[in-house]
């Protein structure tokens, strides 16, 4: 490609317009729900971690809380199914975060714990994505934040409801 014809694709590049979504796009749930999604893990690479997902830290974060359980029963905490959860745990395994055991009353169980690594890195993080949760809800009004949150989480259980249901 030349120099005219690389002036050329930036000239067109300055003429696009941008659109606005489609009405009814705006109008459906399910629009903003990845939108937003979409929107909360950029600003979760940019200002929490690029390497730690979401789902890792909600794994670390319940390992936390409850010390001792088993993987399956820390995967319905988070909201993960069995196998996605076995990857997360693999890989948090692998970075020195998380340790696995065979539990002292199933042995086809594995009871996770935090490793000193994974705990000192929960903390950052945990700071980080508070400060993110702060920047997220910002434009809500403080005595609303909590219901907002609550109703997110309510939605969230309905929809996955909605998922499991054989037809609409």
Sequence with gaps: MGPADQEESRAASRRRVSLAPPADLV???GYGARR???AYLAAWSRHVDPVLTGPQFAVLSAIRAYPEADQTALAGAVALDTS???DVCRRMERRGLIARHESPHDARAKVLTLTDAGREALAEINRRARALDVALMERVPE???SAVA?????LGRHWEGVAD???L
């Design 27 to 29: 109008a459906a749930p």
């Design 84 to 86: 996605t959860m076995g």
């Design 150 to 154: 609550s109703l997110l989480n309510d």
């Design 36 to 38: 937003a999604y979409q």
């Design 165 to 167: 249901r054989d037809a």
């Design 143 to 145: 005595d609303q934040r």
